[in-house]
Structure formats: C-alpha cells, structure tokens
C-alpha cells in the first residue's frame, strides 16, 4: 500500500485529510473516531454491568425509590426490595472455606390487573445495575408450534446485557401474565396443551439454573445462527399474574370446615381483601404445576385498590396521569387545570368499570381528545376541565358503546 494512504480504510492523504503515521502504518482521522467510538461503546457496556456491593442499593432504598412512583403495595415492594438486594449480594458474594452457596429465591405476585405488578417491575428497572428484561408468558409454546419458544426469554435478556453473557447470567427476568399458561383442566384431552402446561414444564429448567442453549437472535427466524450457552443459575426470576377467579378458590378453602365443634379462637377473614390468605395450594389449584410453585418460593400478593388509593394514583406519583397530560399541554405552551370534582368523578367511573388503575387512564383520555385535537390550533394559555365537560364526554362515549 502506499505510503500517504489510511491502512485501514485505504483513503488517500488528499480524501483523509489528515494521517497520523506510525511505524511502518498511516490511520486516518475518520478511523481514529471510528475505533474511540467503538471503545466508547464497551467501556461503557463493561462499566454498566459491573455490580459493585458498595454501591448497592439497601432495601429500604429500593422501596422508597419505588414509593415515587408505585402507591400502596407495601407487603410487594417490601419482597421485591429484599429480593434484588440479595440477588446483588449473591451474585458478588465470594467463595470461603466454608463454601456455603446461596441459592436464588425466585418469586410470584398475585393480584387483580390494574393494581400494579407489571409498573413495579417496570419501575424497579430504573434503579438496577444489572440486565433487566420484561416478557410476556402469553406468547410462550413449546418447540414447533406457533408461538414463541420458552428460549426466547434470555435471548431478551441477551439482548438487554447487550449480548454479554457474563452480564446475562447475573440479570433478572419479570415474566408477566404468567396465570395465562396455567393448566386448562384435569380432564384429559385428546389435543396437547401446547401453551399451558407444556410451557410451565419447559420453564422448569430455567427456573431451577441449568446451561441453556439460547439463539441470539431468535430461534425460529434464524435456523443457521450458532447457539449461545447460559447458565441461569443466578439469574432471578419475578413473576407475575392476576389470577383471575382464584379469589373463590382461596375462599373455598377458608370455609371447608371439617365435623365437630368451631374452633373459638380462629382469626376473623377480611372478605374485603381475600388475596392475602393465598397459599400455594390455591396457585395449585388454579392449574399451576407443583414443581414450578416449588421453583418459586417466594409468594406474595397485591392489595385491591381502594377509592383513595385510585385517588392518589391519579395525582400523587411522578408520571401520573394528571401531570402527564399536564406536561403534553405544556409542551402547546398551555397550563392544564382539573377541578376537584372531576378528579373525584374519574375515581368513581374507574371503580365503577373494575380496571383498577388502567381504568384511569381510558377515562382522562375519553375527556381530553376532544380538547387534545382542539387546542394545539386555538393558540390558548390556560385550560380547566370542569365536570360538567367531563360528564358530558364520558356519557356520550358510553352511549356510543351501548349503541
């Protein structure tokens, strides 16, 4: 090559503009960037995964930074802040003499949709140090049907360690929906229950920490990709469900008296708040399989939402959906004003509606796209929401339904 030209992209002097030389090799400035850039990229991949204990967050640092945005569920923050914090200490504790391994203790929310596991997970996210990925369980077949493989999930986890798999084996994983592969019934079937209890049979080995061959960039699309090798031995799992009608089954089994004389002393049940006695034998009954209720010791519940939690949901956390709507109008240079009483009536359509939290959301925005279409082309400083508007707008939504 000749001597006034770039080694490693063949630009000439004239075309580089500058050459830097060295012993026998000429790199031009664009290569020079080129390679800082890529230097860039993997120090700051190392640096993002590298868990440091003296850095760790404590559990109550945890629940207060998830306090900002997630109201009430203290029982569930309380599990998942211990939970993340021992998974920290684990995956940087140090072999001793002793050699006492601490295992993983993967855990299941329970709860009504709407009242807040997939946001906890979302939120929780935010404060970790280590890959973290979101799935969805619905999706989920077995090999060979229509569907995604149960691999997938750490090729998302891969995808988040930015395909580090060092990183990947300390991450946490939050499958959620994951009532939805629970088993359809005891009767036996002449079709396979290819996305029920085939899927939580395959989830087994990655629940349990076992060397899985993950394809990088998705199975199904990518037959000729090579297989990456994971060991989920340390990665935690959190999963999360609603269970719907399950709120029967525990009743059922805190009524079920056996013959003879009532126990005095037995503790009044709060049929206002039926999720807090669940058991594992519910989860059984609901058409999980014992070996996966066994790979996830930890169970916890979420607390229906009351008419004041719904309230402060609406109001108090950082993304609300009040200031959200009140950031979008500010960015048209408009200040967003709702009165009390609307507040109050969104409250009360959303526990008439039985959405929980989501419930919110649908009715703020059947009230403001009207005036979200409206106001960017009024050129107007302030706008109030009155009840008298929002009653309007919902009534003429749901007529338009029931029509």
Same mark, same amino acid.
């Given at each position: 090559?000749?001597?006034?030209?770039?080694?490693?992209?063949?630009?000439?002097?004239?075309?580089?503009?500058?050459?830097?030389?060295?012993?026998?090799?000429?790199?031009?400035?664009?290569?020079?960037?080129?390679?800082?850039?890529?230097?860039?990229?993997?120090?700051?991949?190392?640096?993002?995964?590298?868990? =440091?204990?003296?850095?760790?967050?404590?559990?109550?640092?945890?629940?207060?930074?998830?306090?900002?945005?997630?109201?009430?569920? =203290?029982?569930?923050?309380?599990?998942?802040?211990?939970?993340?914090?021992?998974?920290?200490? %684990?995956?940087?504790?140090?072999?001793?003499?002793? &050699?006492?391994?601490?295992?993983?203790?993967?855990?299941?929310?329970?709860?009504?949709?709407?009242?807040?596991?997939?946001?906890?997970?979302?939120?929780?996210?935010?404060?970790?140090?280590?890959?973290?990925?979101?799935?969805?369980?619905?999706?989920?077949?077995?090999?060979?049907?229509?569907?995604?493989?149960?691999?997938?999930?750490?090729?998302?986890?891969?995808?988040?360690? =930015?395909?580090?798999?060092?990183?990947?084996?300390?991450?946490?994983?939050?499958?959620?929906?994951?009532?939805?592969?629970?088993?359809? #019934? =005891?009767?036996?079937?002449?079709?396979?229950?290819?996305?029920?209890?085939?899927?939580?049979?395959?989830?087994?080995?990655?629940?349990? #920490?076992?060397?899985?061959?993950?394809?990088?960039?998705?199975?199904?699309?990518?037959?000729?990709?090579?297989?990456?090798?994971?060991?989920?031995?340390?990665?935690?799992?959190?999963? #999360?469900?609603?269970?719907?009608?399950?709120?029967?089954?525990?009743?059922? %089994?805190?009524?079920?008296?056996?013959?003879?004389?009532?126990?005095?002393?037995?503790?009044?049940?709060?049929?206002?708040?039926?999720?807090?006695?669940?058991?594992?034998?519910?989860?059984?009954?609901?058409?999980?399989?014992?070996?996966?209720?066994?790979?996830?010791?930890?169970?916890?519940?979420?607390?229906?939402?009351?008419?004041?939690?719904?309230? %402060?949901?609406?109001?108090?956390?950082?993304?609300?959906?009040?200031?959200?709507?009140?950031?979008?109008?500010?960015?048209?240079?408009?200040?967003?004003?709702?009165?009390?009483?609307?507040?109050?009536?969104?409250?009360?359509?959303?526990?008439?509606?039985?959405?929980?939290? %989501?419930?919110?959301?649908?009715?703020?925005?059947?009230?403001?796209? &009207?005036?979200?279409?409206?106001?960017?082309?009024?050129?107007? &400083?302030?706008?109030?929401?009155?009840?008298?508007?929002?009653?309007?707008?919902?009534?003429?939504?749901?007529?338009?339904?029931?029509?």
């Amino acid at each position: 090559m000749a001597k006034n030209t770039c080694n490693f992209c063949g630009r000439s002097e004239r075309d580089a503009g500058l050459l830097i030389s060295g012993i026998g090799v000429n790199i031009c400035a664009n290569c020079v960037e080129s390679a800082h850039k890529i230097l860039e990229e993997e120090f700051k991949r190392q640096k993002e995964f590298k868990v =440091d204990t003296a850095e760790t967050p404590k559990p109550r640092e945890i629940k207060a930074f998830l306090d900002q945005y997630v109201i009430g569920q =203290d029982e569930a923050k309380k599990f998942l802040s211990v939970a993340v914090y021992n998974h920290y200490k %684990r995956i940087s504790q140090l072999t001793d003499d002793n &050699d006492v391994e601490i295992e993983k203790s993967n855990i299941i929310m329970v709860g009504a949709t709407g009242t807040g596991k997939t946001l906890l997970a979302r939120t929780i996210a935010k404060k970790l140090h280590v890959p973290f990925t979101i799935v969805d369980a619905t999706v989920l077949t077995e090999a060979g049907y229509v569907g995604e493989d149960i691999e997938s999930i750490l090729t998302r986890l891969l995808q988040a360690a =930015d395909y580090n798999v060092a990183a990947a084996e300390k991450g946490i994983v939050f499958i959620d929906e994951i009532d939805k592969i629970a088993r359809k #019934g =005891d009767n036996p079937s002449i079709t396979r229950d290819v996305s029920g209890e085939g899927v939580q049979q395959g989830l087994l080995k990655l629940l349990e #920490g076992s060397v899985v061959l993950v394809p990088p960039q998705g199975g199904r699309k990518h037959p000729e990709q090579k297989m990456v090798e994971v060991n989920t031995k340390n990665i935690l799992f959190i999963c #999360g469900g609603a269970f719907d009608g399950i709120e029967k089954r525990i009743a059922s %089994r805190l009524n079920t008296n056996v013959v003879g004389f009532r126990d005095k002393t037995s503790v009044a049940i709060d049929k206002s708040n039926i999720m807090q006695y669940i058991s594992p034998q519910d989860l059984k009954a609901f058409g999980l399989i014992p070996e996966i209720i066994g790979r996830l010791p930890i169970l916890t519940y979420l607390e229906p939402l009351d008419r004041n939690a719904l309230k %402060r949901i609406l109001i108090e956390p950082k993304n609300s959906i009040i200031k959200q709507y009140q950031k979008l109008f500010g960015m048209d240079n408009v200040e967003l004003s709702f009165d009390e009483e609307v507040i109050d009536y969104v409250v009360d359509k959303a526990i008439e509606y039985k959405l929980g939290a %989501r419930g919110l959301r649908s009715i703020v925005e059947t009230i403001m796209i &009207d005036v979200m279409f409206d106001i960017p082309s009024e050129h107007k &400083d302030k706008l109030r929401i009155q009840l008298e508007y929002a009653k309007d707008k919902v009534e003429k939504a749901s007529s338009k339904m029931i029509a």
